[in-house]
């Protein structure tokens, strides 16, 4: 699918994916490249203390954060014509997707999911500021328990709803394919 856009053109992109896929580089990408506004759904959920809650069993603070970020994210979208917004958390992204143009699902194996994000941690690139790199490092046990819980069952469900503009991205040779189809 070749996806040509103008100036003219409104962009509305969302991308999903399992952890350390690669979402945030290509909203990055085309952020910068197409001088569109972007926003990262995990920058807003440290923003509001999500990462507080992580391992917590109190389902009201949990709803608070979701609550504080679905608003932030509708105020985004209210203001911007064009925009990239990654992130998958599956019920925000429910209305996200509803507006957006294209959904990007980047699909890419487990092992080199890992495999990038130990070189982000080790290169100290594009890193959470709210973590240490030995907090960074262990959220690979994290990737691997989605992995095992499941975590490509929300995908496949929000992929689903939304497929007549789904785009499936699976190594990052397509992603630099699709980021070219772009322009």
């Not at 962009?11 to 001088?35: E, P, Q, V, Y």
């Not at 994000?117 to 960074?136: A, L, M």
Request: aromatic content about 8%; hydrophobic content about 35%.
């Amino acid at each position: 699918m070749i996806i040509c856009y103008t100036q003219v053109n409104k962009m509305k992109i969302t991308i999903i994916g399992s952890s350390g896929g690669g979402k945030s580089m290509l909203a990055r990408k085309i952020s910068d490249g197409f001088d569109i506004p972007r926003i990262e759904i995990d920058r807003v959920w440290f923003k509001h203390g999500g990462h507080k809650y992580l391992n917590s069993c109190d389902s009201e603070k949990k709803e608070i954060v979701s609550t504080k970020i679905r608003i932030e994210l509708e105020e985004f979208l209210s203001k911007n014509q064009s925009w990239v917004i990654e992130g998958t958390y599956s019920e925000i992204q429910l209305f996200i997707a509803a507006q957006a143009d294209t959904v990007v699902l980047i699909k890419r194996t487990l092992l080199m999911r890992i495999l990038s994000h130990i070189v982000r941690v080790v290169k100290g690139k594009d890193r959470h500021h709210e973590v240490t790199k030995v907090q960074d490092l262990l959220f690979i046990k994290t990737i691997i328990k989605r992995w095992k819980k499941g975590e490509d069952d929300k995908i496949k469900k929000l992929s689903k709803q939304h497929k007549e503009k789904l785009v499936i991205l699976r190594n990052f040779k397509e992603i630099d394919s699709y980021y070219s189809s772009l322009s």
